[in-house]
């Protein structure tokens, strides 16, 4: 009776010793094999006083950063960019290490920015800005800043067209 007793117990609590030695499958065990992806990538106007009147929040579809500056006074030098990634994980454009929030780089061309994990995978994104809503932006700079105030009397200015990235040679 006894024998049959163990086989019984032994029945039953095999297959339960074997279902608790599974692997743990948790989110936090896949950080390491997706941690070379950015999570988020703006440019906050508190970091980038007289430059941005409004934070400037970017898409990431795919490798490709785009985002749209909202004034036509914001000038795409000279930005520090805010991002977020999994822990431990570097930034990169070309040799120079990227700090959320420190680093100023000029984004008047795409920029190609590269992303590290611990684990050694990389992933390459482009960085892509544009100025208003992809009009071209007309710029007119009157001699010694005469204010235009009638359609009637005439001001010597310059006048200079800025096609917005929308004719490319």
């Known amino acids: 009776m006894s024998s049959k007793l163990f086989c019984f117990l032994a029945?039953?609590?095999?297959?339960l010793l074997f279902a608790g030695c599974k692997k743990d499958h948790s989110p936090a065990?896949?950080?390491?094999?997706?941690?070379s992806k950015l999570l988020?990538?703006?440019?906050?106007?508190?970091?980038?006083?007289?430059r941005l009147d409004a934070d400037v929040i970017c898409k990431i579809e795919g490798n490709v950063i785009t985002g749209v500056?909202?004034?036509?006074?914001?000038?795409?030098?000279?930005?520090?960019?805010?991002?977020?990634?999994?822990?431990?994980?570097t930034v990169m454009i070309g040799s120079?290490?990227?700090i959320s929030d420190q680093t100023i780089n000029n984004y008047s061309t795409p920029l190609a920015l590269k992303v590290s994990s611990k684990d050694f995978s990389t992933t390459e994104y482009t960085v892509s800005l544009r100025r208003f809503t992809g009009l071209p932006i007309v710029y007119i700079n009157t001699q010694n800043s005469v204010p235009i105030t009638s359609k009637d009397i005439y001001v010597n200015a310059n006048l200079k067209i800025d096609p917005?990235?929308?004719?490319?040679?």
């Open 69 to 89: 500056l909202p004034q036509l006074t914001s000038s795409k030098d000279s930005l520090i960019a805010s991002f977020t990634t999994a822990e431990g994980v």
């Open 11 to 15: 029945l039953i609590c095999l297959p």
């Open 96 to 98: 120079e290490l990227q």
């Open 40 to 50: 988020s990538f703006s440019f906050k106007s508190s970091n980038n006083p007289h």
């Open 29 to 35: 065990n896949d950080v390491l094999s997706d941690g």
């Open 164 to 169: 917005n990235n929308l004719h490319r040679n």
